[in-house]
């Protein structure tokens, strides 16, 4: 007996729209063994939670907000200095 488990998304083509949503219905459907497989995988890969370039890259909006701040201040710290230069 091979049991199976299905698994339903929905998978959105984003520049073949043709006049819908772009989106079609998806159903994979996986044996419990693999299904277990995988999930065993799963589980052990969070051991080691380490920094990848992967990483970098899903969080270059943090990045990039932390960039600005810094520059932000920066820029005002340098102006404020030479605003105090002026009356030295």
Do not use: W
């Amino acid at each position: 007996m091979n049991e199976e488990i299905e698994i339903t998304t929905k998978f959105c083509h984003p520049y073949m729209s043709f006049g819908g949503d772009g989106c079609s219905d998806v159903v994979l459907k996986v044996p419990r063994t693999e299904a277990v497989k995988l999930q065993s995988v799963a589980h052990s890969g969070n051991e080691n939670q380490g920094f990848s370039v992967g990483d970098f890259f899903h969080h270059t909006d943090s990045f990039g907000f932390s960039f600005g701040l810094v520059l932000i201040f920066y820029l005002i710290a340098k102006s404020v200095g030479t605003f105090l230069a002026l009356f030295k």
